[in-house]
């Protein structure tokens, strides 16, 4: 679920960079998925969410900054996009994470690769050539 593919790059070699890591982050998700229940990995899923809310504000405000800086037309829309995700991984952290460790994986993973190579796909892809015109 969690690979790198050449449909998801924008061109924009800082902000292709800053996805692939995104979607190693999902990955170490995903590999505490099929490693199977008999592990506890509480402190390993706070650990990975936090990393993931951490990374994920970087390059948010690296990424809003370059749409701010070239006068995207999208930049309310798509910040605010950008601020439902951080929202909903801070849910996600709020949850009894050590008593349904795999379910809040499974919820995760399914957030994250649904709203991940959506955006990317999508809203991402329409500010390119914004950002490479200038």
């Known amino acids: 679920m969690f690979n790198w593919s050449e449909n998801y790059e924008t061109g924009i070699n ?20 099929y490693a199977g229940h008999s592990i506890d990995y509480y402190d390993y899923i ?31 829309l798509h910040r605010m996009e950008h601020l ?22 499974q919820e995760a993973l399914v957030f994250l690769s649904k709203w991940l190579f959506g955006h990317i796909l999508k809203e991402d892809m329409m500010y390119v050539d914004c950002l490479n015109k200038n």
Do not use: C, P
């Not at 439902?84 to 991984?89: G, L, S, V």
């Open 14 to 33: 800082e902000i292709d960079e800053q996805h692939r890591k995104l979607v190693t982050i999902g990955a170490k998700l995903e590999d505490m998925l």
């Open 46 to 76: 706070i650990e990975t969410i936090n990393e993931l809310r951490d990374y994920t504000e970087y390059h948010f405000s690296f990424e809003e900054k370059k749409m701010e800086e070239r006068g995207y037309d999208r930049f309310e």
């Open 84 to 105: 439902y995700f951080i929202k909903r991984i801070d849910k996600l952290s709020l949850q009894d994470i050590d008593s349904q460790q795999i379910s809040v994986i």
